[in-house]
């Protein structure tokens, strides 16, 4: 039996890893969380801490085999151009912590969520090298980026030290149950879904919807980490992890309103940011490497995830208590 720490337990890949490994066998699970209380799962030990805190990584991690690491300051686009800053500098403190007393208690595994916003835009595929440091990152994601490249270069680091073996994983834009949907802090997928699911007549796309992602459901995801325990053999490897497809925002939106079965028009907010670029991933390394590839294609997640939200985000009404004036 394999005790493993999920870091960030009550957010959206958090949540969606604890629900997993709590029905897996092999697995005890201690899941953490800071400000947010706990919610029902059975057979998961719930850990209170902030993982800013030198005495409450150390009380957690103590005891451990495996620490998957999905806990993060995040929000949505409106807080990566206002206040970009909030992405840094907790963050940097929290990975570093971890990392250390992941060494010092001889953690069999640690699994990093980083991101993608280190590549630049692209018209292919972008493998794990075709990042160069040598380029400037866009303004907007300069912050978030140098910091996920930090912990990939601390995760690095430790692994030489031959305790832990250490996994880090550039995944792409991840979307399914638990995601946020609240227009203030959501991603593009969810803020999609809100608006197509609450709206009467019309939905109003932030900018020119020309920005083009790489979207893969978050039970890939969870896949790929429980691949990572099982296949990798080295002590530090470093992934890309995506559908490995570029679908545009308008392209998205006009999926979601065919599937929602709903009579919408699609007007454009200029005044919203927009960030033009073309990004998806080649996961060969991966699928060589894990014998992993996405299962989930885009339509089906969509379908998947307009059932979930209907069933567990709308009221009784049909209207989502925080977007009743979307």
């Known amino acids: ?120 835009s692209s018209e292919k595929a972008l493998s794990e090298v075709d990042f160069d440091a040598s380029e400037e990152l866009h303004p907007r994601y300069y912050g978030v980026g140098w910091t996920k490249i930090y912990v990939e270069k601390m995760c690095e680091f430790f692994s030489k030290l031959g305790r832990t073996k250490h996994t880090v994983i550039r995944h792409s834009n991840i979307y399914g149950p638990y995601d946020k949907y609240d227009l203030e802090r959501s991603h593009v997928f969810g803020a999609t879904v809100t608006k197509v699911l609450n709206a009467k007549d019309k939905i109003i796309v932030w900018g020119t919807g020309e920005e083009e992602r790489d979207l893969l459901h978050v039970d890939d995801l969870v896949q790929f980490v429980e691949k990572s325990f099982e296949k990798q053999k080295s002590n530090y490897e470093l992934f890309n992890c995506g559908l490995g497809e570029a679908v545009s925002i308008l392209q998205l939106v006009d999926t979601m309103v065919s599937l929602s079965k709903k009579r919408i028009q699609i007007e454009h907010d200029l005044s919203q940011p927009t960030i033009k670029t073309s990004l998806f991933l080649d996961c060969g390394k991966a699928k060589q490497v894990l014998e992993w590839t996405p299962t989930v294609d885009l339509e089906t997640g969509i379908q998947r995830t307009l059932k979930w939200y209907r069933e567990n985000v709308l009221n009784a009404e049909g209207v989502c208590e925080k977007t009743k004036n979307v």
């Open 1 to 120: 039996m394999k005790k493993i720490l999920i870091c960030g337990a009550t957010g959206f890949i958090g949540r969606n890893l604890t629900e997993y490994f709590a029905e897996k066998e092999g697995f005890e699970v201690y899941a953490v969380w800071h400000k947010r209380p706990s919610f029902e799962i059975s057979k998961v030990n719930w850990l209170q801490g902030d993982l800013r805190n030198t005495d409450d990584v150390e009380r957690m991690v103590k005891g451990m085999d495996i620490i998957v690491q999905a806990a993060a300051t995040t929000s949505g686009s409106k807080d990566i151009v206002n206040r970009p800053y909030i992405h840094v500098t907790d963050n940097a403190v929290m990975n570093s912590l971890l990392l250390r007393a992941a060494f010092d208690h001889h953690i069999e595994n640690f699994v990093f969520f980083s991101c993608t916003v280190m590549y630049q």
